[in-house]
Every structure is written in C-alpha cells, then in structure tokens.
T-cell receptor, first 109, second 115 residues
Framework: RKEVEQDPGPFNVPEGATVAFNCTYSNSASQSFFWYRQDCRKEPKLLMSVYSSGNEDGRFTAQLNRASQYISLLIRDSKLSDSATYLCVVSNTGNQFYFGTGTSLTVIP | EAGVAQSPRYKIIEKRQSVAFWCNPISGHATLYWYQQILGQGPKLLIQFQNNGVVDDSQLPKDRFSAERLKGVDSTLKIQPAKLEDSAVYLC?????????????FGQGTRLTVV
C-alpha cells in the first residue's frame, strides 16, 4: 500500500471556480503534513503546511482529519497562475517525506 | 538565502554508461535526500542522509545506484550502469526546522535521459 494516495486528475476548471483536492495517508503515526506545488519541468515548492486545526492562506485552505487519515486542499477563485501539479506530502518521526502522485490542475480562461 | 544546488541540469547518456549527479544542500541542513521523479509520478525517495550517515536507502537499487555524503555536506548520486528505465528527474532536497516542523526544500533537479 502506498504511503500517500491522491487522485491524479486532471482537473480542468474555469477561472474563478473553487476546486478541492484530497489525499489519504496510510501511516497513522505520521507527524507533519504539507501541500507542495510543482510547475511543469520545475522542482516541487512548499505551498503550505497543514495543521490539525485547519489553516488558510489567502485563497488556499488546507484541512487535516487525523481520524480518517485524510488531507484536503481547497482553492477558491482559481487563477490561471494556479495551473500546476499539487503534491500531498506526509512526513514521519524519522523526518522522511513521502509524496503522493500529484494532482494536475489546469485553470481555463 | 541560497537554495539547494544541483548539477548538471540535464544529462543524456547511452544505456550501460555511468553518470553522476552532485548536490549541495542549504547551509546548516543536516538531512539530505535524493528523490527520483518519473514523468507523471510523484517524487520517490531513493536515499536519506543524516549528516554523513545513511538513514534510509531501502528503495535505492543498490546493484546500480550508489550515493555518498562523505563530509556531511555535499552529496553525489551515481548510476552504473544506466538502464532505459532510469530516465527521470533526480531531485536533491534538504530539510531544516521552520518554526516547529521540518520542511523539505528542493534543488532544480537533474533531468536524465538514457537512450
């Protein structure tokens, strides 16, 4: 079983739409959770950490449900510049980072 | 702050040849990772170093891949001999404490094509 599972998409949404990505993780002892963004032919970059209480950064909201081992990312008012692959990342006590396959998002004018 | 440096950016080799990649992590980061990212997939951890010791190399194909971090700073990843299925982007990352949690920072990667 994979450490992190994501729906690969692709998601094609119009500008201004709200889109949500989900992922699940298998290790209940996982410690830290993140969403990374990866643009085409670029390296992954941290988008936001995910906290148990949920957190928001502008148009982006991340949620964590430890009981269900489930992480989500909500993007409101999508912009063309949001087009990218969004990677769900989980790390454990050994400071190891496990990546999902990534969810591809294309925002259409 | 300088980021993770990797070289070369691109490499094309024939199968059965050897290749080496270099990484310089963010200053002060004790943990260094090598990931392999095949097109359309997420990064897969190959090896993790803590200073100059190996923490996890369970997914490193040891018959052909090797990595070292002799002085606990720079690292090299070698493939010998290369196979067609090794074509991928090889990402180096290092992690450091940001606030109360460790975050991973990536280099730009080396795009390897084996023909």
């Amino acid at each position: 079983r994979k450490e992190v599972e994501q729906d690969p998409g692709p998601f094609n949404v119009p500008e201004g739409a709200t889109v949500a990505f989900n992922c699940t993780y298998s290790n209940s002892a996982s410690q830290s959770f993140f969403w990374y963004r990866q643009d085409c032919r670029k390296e992954p970059k941290l988008l936001m950490s995910v906290y148990s209480s949920g957190n928001e950064d502008g148009r982006f909201t991340a949620q964590l449900n430890r009981a269900s081992q489930y992480i989500s990312l909500l993007i409101r008012d999508s912009k063309l510049s949001d087009s990218a692959t969004y990677l769900c990342v989980v790390s454990n006590t050994g400071n190891q980072f496990y990546f999902g396959t990534g969810t591809s998002l294309t925002v259409i004018p | 702050e300088a980021g993770v440096a990797q070289s070369p950016r691109y490499k094309i080799i024939e199968k059965r040849q050897s290749v080496a990649f270099w990484c310089n992590p963010i200053s002060g980061h004790a943990t260094l990772y090598w990931y392999q990212q095949i097109l359309g997939q997420g990064p897969k951890l190959l090896i993790q170093f803590q200073n100059n010791g190996v923490v996890d190399d369970s997914q490193l194909p040891k018959d052909r891949f090797s990595a070292e971090r002799l002085k606990g700073v720079d690292s090299t990843l070698k493939i010998q001999p290369a196979k067609l299925e090794d074509s991928a982007v090889y990402l180096c990352a290092s992690s450091g404490l940001t606030g109360r949690r460790f975050e991973a920072f990536f280099g730009q990667g080396t795009r390897l094509t084996v023909v």
